[in-house]
């Protein structure tokens, strides 16, 4: 038995193929408890790709925070986010602004960045009245599901994200980039193999190219690592599709996916990788006062819609430059 198997032997999980794994425990202070069992908690996930810890009756953002901080460290600034979200302290972040009525598909945090996210972490506070999950799907299972011809072309040529940036949709400059200032802006998207170009009316779009298959950082083993599916025209409620397409033109949307050849990816090959995202996923409602830790490479993650009040606040941990994180061995740079 392995070190890592040994720890997560420490805590009794409870295992369904139709669920997250789930921890149920029963504390009066939460950081303590973390604090002592942070490593079998970690060895979990390694172990698990994700699991939710439930009894630990979290109530506010500091309580989250300070519990977030005994597991994983320092937490991370977002940059590049594609919706807004609000800050609730160093590195904690309300859920991303995003209709309750609409899912946000199935995804992996920042997986467009150079530097993404090793570990989410999600703290319920009030978990809503009906649906509103935060879904997982293990991106291994799913890379060995999808059709091989769909995962050959995009292991070859990647994929390439398209944003155009407003005022009314997605998130702003500021919240992107930390700045307005367009020097500061362009310099970083130099440095992140962005590729840029201001508008006539001074709007930036961006292009940027990743892998949409990449290595585990800690095991090599191949994930299927990306937000293809749910930046993508396709995936958006047709009639929001039409009514931004009819605003900002087909070339213009906030946010769009294409493969790494600049080629539009067809209704049917999103459709597929939806559909077996969904074929792969596991599910358990929130409720007040739950933890859950997600290893962001290896497992992806939704939010399902929702009705009544639900509040989830986010950290973003373990920082990891990738090696295969774009398909070319240059940057693409403008």
């Not at 991370?76 to 899912?103: C, D, H, I, V």
């Amino acid at each position: 038995m392995s070190s890592s198997q040994s720890l997560a032997s420490l805590l009794e999980v409870e295992l369904r193929p139709d669920k997250p794994p789930i921890l149920r425990v029963d504390t009066p202070d939460p950081s303590a408890w973390a604090a002592e069992y942070r490593e079998a908690l970690r060895a979990q996930v390694n172990e698990h790709g994700v699991l939710l810890v439930r009894g630990l009756g979290l109530r506010d953002t500091a309580q989250a925070g300070s519990l977030f901080t005994a597991l994983a460290g320092e937490l991370m600034a977002e940059k590049e986010a594609f919706a807004p979200r609000e800050s609730r302290g160093p590195g904690l972040y309300s859920s991303a602004t995003w209709p309750s009525n609409q899912p946000m598909c199935m995804h992996h945090e920042l997986s467009y960045r150079l530097e993404v996210p090793g570990l989410m972490l999600f703290a319920c506070l009030t978990a809503p009245a009906e649906g509103g999950a935060t879904a997982v799907a293990d991106s291994q299972r799913v890379l060995a599901a999808l059709p091989a011809a769909v995962t050959e072309r995009f292991e070859r040529d990647g994929w390439l994200l398209t944003r155009s940036y407003n005022d009314e949709i997605g998130a702003s400059l500021l919240e992107s980039f930390g700045t307005e200032n367009p020097v500061a802006i362009e310099q970083y998207c130099r440095a992140n193999a962005i590729e840029f170009d201001w508008q006539s009316d001074g709007s930036l779009r961006t292009r940027q190219l990743r892998s949409a298959v990449v290595g585990h950082p800690l095991t090599g083993r191949r994930c299927w690592f990306n937000q293809i599916a749910f930046l993508n025209e396709w995936t958006l409620a047709p009639e929001v599709r039409e009514y931004l397409v009819d605003i900002y033109g087909a070339d213009g949307l906030p946010f769009n996916t294409r493969f790494g050849d600049g080629t539009p990816i067809g209704e049917d090959i999103v459709a597929t990788l939806n559909a077996t995202y969904e074929e792969h996923t596991r599910r358990e409602p929130w409720q007040s006062g739950d933890l859950l830790l997600v290893d962001n490479v290896r497992t992806a993650h939704s939010r399902e819609a929702f009705s009544g009040e639900r509040e989830v606040v986010v950290g973003m941990a373990e920082p990891r430059s990738l090696t295969d994180a774009c398909p070319t061995l240059e940057a693409s740079r403008r």
